[in-house]
Each structure stands twice: as structure tokens, then as C-alpha cells.
């Protein structure tokens, strides 16, 4: 069983900036692929943003190429969603995903993940 963790969501004002992080654990994560979704309320949830399990290759949604990155630590269990100019639009809860690779659509179908973390409350005020 893999166990995922988000932590660093909360308030911040519209061009801001904010980090995200997401710990994996429970099992050798070799092999994992780790990708970043949200959900607004009364939307359906949408893929952000993938990462490898070596780190090499990131996805991004069009709505945030360009504003959010996506980082992998050396040991591999934790990633980090670093978000810039921030808009309204951002504003969701942020949800991590775990995976063993391969992943078919490169990280950007949520069904394609079976661990998940609780998620995490960002808001961005205008």
C-alpha cells in the first residue's frame, strides 16, 4: 500500500505564488510516476501536472504551462508543485496521485492512478 500526503495549500492573493508539496510512502516507489489534479466545486477534477519516476519527463496542463513546476526529490518520494501568478481560476483542492509507470497517457488520465492523497485547500483571491 502507498500512502500520499499533500501539505502546503492555503490563501494567497491573485499573482501570487504558492508551493505545494507531496510526500509518497509505504512501499519502494521505484517506478512510480507522481501526478497533481484538482477539483473546484461543481467541476469535474482536472489533470495540473505529471512527473516521471526519474524525473526526466514532465507533463503539464495547457491552463498552467508556464506558471506551475513540477520537481521530484533525489530519493524520489516527494514531489513539489511550485505555482506563480496565480489566478482566480486556480483556486481548487489540490489532489496528489502515485502510479507505477508506464502510464498511458503519460500521467494525465486520473483513472489511470490507484493511490491518492486527502487533497489540498488552495485559494487565490482577486
Known amino acids: 500500500q502507498v500512502r500520499v500526503v499533500e501539505s502546503g495549500g492555503g490563501l494567497v492573493q491573485a499573482g501570487g505564488s504558492l508551493r505545494l508539496s507531496c510526500e509518497a510512502s509505504?512501499?519502494?516507489?521505484?517506478?512510480?510516476?507522481m501526478g497533481w489534479f484538482r477539483q473546484a466545486p461543481g467541476k469535474e477534477r482536472e489533470f495540473v501536472a505529471a512527473?516521471?519516476?526519474?524525473?526526466?519527463?514532465?507533463v503539464y496542463a495547457d491552463s498552467v504551462k508556464g506558471r506551475f513546476t513540477l520537481s521530484r526529490n533525489d530519493a524520489g518520494d516527494t514531489v513539489y508543485l511550485q505555482m506563480t501568478s496565480l489566478k482566480s481560476d486556480d483556486s481548487a483542492i489540490y489532489y496528489c496521485?502515485?502510479?507505477?509507470?508506464?502510464?498511458?497517457?503519460?500521467?494525465?488520465?486520473?483513472?489511470?492512478?490507484?493511490?491518492w492523497g486527502q487533497g489540498t485547500q488552495v485559494t487565490v483571491s482577486s
Open positions: 496521485a502515485a502510479e507505477p509507470e508506464p502510464l498511458g497517457s503519460d500521467g494525465r488520465n486520473r483513472w489511470e492512478y490507484d493511490y
Open positions: 512527473v516521471s519516476w526519474s524525473g526526466a519527463k514532465t
Open positions: 509505504g512501499r519502494t516507489l521505484s517506478n512510480y510516476a
